[in-house]
DNA sequence: ATAAATCTGGATATGCATATCCAATTTTAA
DNA sequence: TTAAAATTGGATATGCATATCCAGATTTAT
């Protein structure tokens, strides 16, 4: 349903939950999560990126969270990874409704959204 | 959410629906869905066998539903061809609670679950 | 019987998500 | 000022879902 990438962004920020008041390093993070160390870095890029969690380079450097974990949802972090993508138009071209969804795709669009919601509805604090 | 074999197989199969009467070749079924021919066939063959659609091969051969529409789930196409996986125990190794599930984990299985209900709750018949 | 249409199954190719590696850069502490 | 600890970003490798190809087997119509 999510991705793998998705996955270890979700274990990332919320074992930072858990460690609000430190900086945690890359290595401590995935040791902490069981993600692999190069991949998991990759990610963390991802999420500075997108504004959910603050890098510190240097020496005592890390990574922590923007904003206090009752104010950050599951949709934000997975959204900052590997963003969810409704389905806007019928994927067929030969078709009678043109652009309107069919019964199929309405069907399957009203499952990402309802998926959706619960995502945008469950904040990390929900999950420590 | 669902895979691009799946969307692939649940053309196929509402496009069977629409033709209930005769058998349709795999070309004809490709050209009204846009499902690649070659990766179609082994669609059609994962379908049949789970027991979806019958196949008949020779001339005039073809596929053809097994059940009526009314009685055929999007769950079963899914199945047929990528079965859902439910989180059944957590990833992680190292935790305190064992093998049960983690405050996340049981929050996406939560909503696998709820897909998989709108699945199984889904029939070809409302689909046409 | 024969030819044509069609499914079957194995081998292979392609593309993208996942994963790894490393040199460069930044920052802190002594 | 220097050394160590840490992030950054680019290059590359791996694995699996997706896709293609083709020779063989089966069935129908003539």
Do not use: W
């Amino acid at each position: 349903m999510i991705s793998q990438t998705a996955e270890y962004a979700l274990r990332a920020v919320i074992h930072m939950a858990k460690c609000r008041e430190s900086s945690l390093s890359t290595r401590q993070i995935a040791d902490a999560t069981e993600v692999p160390i190069a991949y998991l870095s990759k990610v963390l890029q991802s999420l500075t990126k997108a504004g959910v969690i603050h890098s510190h380079r240097g020496l005592k450097g890390g990574f922590s969270l923007v904003k206090p974990p009752e104010d950050i949802t599951v949709y934000d972090v997975i959204n900052a990874v590997d963003p969810m993508k409704r389905i806007e138009s019928c994927p067929l071209k030969n078709t009678s409704h043109g652009k309107n969804l069919c019964p199929l795709h309405r069907r399957l669009d009203s499952v990402l959204e309802a998926t959706e919601n619960a995502f945008r509805s469950t904040t990390l604090a929900e999950l420590l």
